[in-house]
């Protein structure tokens, strides 16, 4: 088992090597909102007008952004100055608190006193879940507060129960909605172990410590005494803003799960989960992630990144079904290596947000881009990864048209990301095509079975 153990490890490990390097960009937006452009602000290069009103609000805790910052003036001072080199080196810290949260689960799989069948599907299922190098490799908040709990769940299984603490209180204080993970963990433990209260006192004297700290970091974040997980329920339940971002019914993770997670292995990692769920209402497992789940359920607006923490999980849900029922084993493992592999690959090779290679091109284009009009083409800007300013102004195709034949001679870059757009302002103009991000050949299969003309392709041109 200790082999199997080695095999996994290196596996995952390599996966998550790649997916740290070439998942580039963002799942969600709020991955670069919410982290990147709040370092930014710390670290001097963008000003406060451009944050969202989080700000205002102060509902985010600093020592996200304050650690980027400090690893980003890191690797200023050791030459790396490319933005992109710089956020392939948070990836990379990201995927390896991933990659020691698996290690630390696979030794407590290892000193189970479960059959081996048990401790064999739980070590191969840690690396063979598709979207998981994925997810480490993200910079978010859901991301490391997955981490930091599993962290404090293998110290406290070692009954290290301060540090056990101190990961508690990262865990929350990088995701406040950890609270319904981190609570049900800390009173499972006390009804169902026999530990002394001063083993208990510490955790809460870690996790209080870390919230004190957080909370001086916060206040001078903000520059005023303040508490963000308060400000933070304040403003998105008791005031309700964040259904004012898309209000889902209760049941829209089933249909995010059973989609995203791709048929038919979704299928079986709903089963799974469900049967530990039924089964075993009060295991460890269970006791952590019901309320969880039930509470995101509850929640009116919901994102799939929102329930990223259940997904560390799923390796023992599907080793407790799978052990339960060996012919489901035996005929469905195959099948669901046979899909899961390649899209373990495709997830770990392709950007996450396949519009950074945009960035990429203005950020080596030898002169300088600081104006570019756009039709119908509204994104946030990635500041971020700009080596100088650049202004965005929207305009309509008439006015495009236009603007080329005026009087100023300077050179005049013109974005789209509508492929029938991108062929009328081609036939309209001898103006030169810069950036496309489609290839020919995938646009040449796209015309052949009729579909080009529905897809977004961001194209950039350049009018002398």
């Known amino acids: 088992m200790r082999i199997l153990q080695r095999n996994v490890l290196i596996f995952s490990a390599f996966f998550h090597i790649l997916a740290a390097i070439f998942s580039e960009g963002f ?76 290690y630390q689960l696979s030794q407590l799989i290892l000193k189970s006193p479960k059959p081996d069948l048990y401790k064999k599907i739980a070590l191969l299922s840690l690396a063979s879940i598709w979207f998981l190098p994925f997810v480490h490799a993200r910079t978010t908040a859901e991301s490391l507060g997955m981490s930091f709990f599993i962290f404090a769940y293998f110290l406290f299984e070692e009954r290290k ?60 974040g903000y520059g005023n005494w303040t508490f963000t997980p308060y400000n933070y329920f304040y403003q998105n339940i008791i005031l309700g803003i964040s259904s004012s971002f898309g209000v889902d019914p209760w049941w829209k993770y089933f249909d995010f799960i059973f989609f995203k997670a791709i048929p038919p292995i979704s299928i ?9 769920w039924v089964t075993r209402p009060f295991s460890l497992f269970s006791f952590c992630t019901i309320p969880f789940f039930i509470v995101h359920s509850l929640i009116a ?33 195959k099948t669901y290596l046979y899909i899961s592999l390649p899209l373990l690959i495709y997830s770990s090779l392709t950007p996450a947000h396949s519009p950074i290679e945009f960035y990429k091109y203005l950020y080596q284009e030898k002169e300088p881009v600081t104006k570019i009009y756009t039709l119908n083409l509204v994104r946030d800007q990635l500041f971020f990864y700009q080596k100088n300013s650049i202004e965005l102004k929207y305009v309509s195709d008439t006015e495009i048209i236009n603007d080329i034949f005026n009087n100023d001679k300077k050179p005049k870059w013109f974005l789209m990301d509508q492929f029938v757009h991108t062929e009328i302002f081609a036939a309209k103009t001898n103006c030169t095509l810069k950036y496309q991000s489609y290839s020919p050949l995938l646009i040449n299969i796209g015309k052949i079975i009729g579909q080009e003309k529905r897809w977004k392709m961001w194209t950039l041109f350049k009018c002398d």
Not at 268 to 276: D, E, G, K, Q, V
Not at 303 to 314: N, Y
């Open 161 to 220: 129960t301060f540090t056990s603490g101190l990961m508690l209180g990262l865990s929350f204080i990088f995701r406040f909605q950890m609270i319904f993970m981190i609570a049900p963990f800390v009173l499972w433990h006390i009804l169902f172990t026999h530990l002394k209260i001063s083993q208990h006192v510490k955790v809460f004297m870690g996790g209080l410590l870390v919230l004190g700290l957080s909370t001086l970091v916060d206040s001078v």
């Open 27 to 102: 799942h969600r937006p709020d991955e670069y909102l919410g982290v990147f452009q709040w370092m930014q602000l710390k670290l001097g290069d963008l000003p406060s007008s451009h944050l969202s009103w989080e700000l205002k609000a102060q509902i985010r805790p600093w020592l996200h952004p304050y650690l980027f910052a400090t690893i980003v003036n890191f690797c200023k001072t050791i030459g790396l100055n490319n933005p992109f080199h710089q956020a392939t080196f948070l990836r990379i810290l990201c995927s390896l608190l991933g990659m020691i949260s698996i």
């Open 301 to 333: 607006h919901k994102e799939l990144r929102f329930i990223f923490p259940l997904t560390i999980f799923l390796p023992f849900f599907m080793a407790e079904t799978l052990n339960k029922f060996p012919k489901i084993f035996k005929y469905t493992w």
């Open 268 to 276: 079986l990692f709903i089963f799974c989960t469900f049967y530990h």
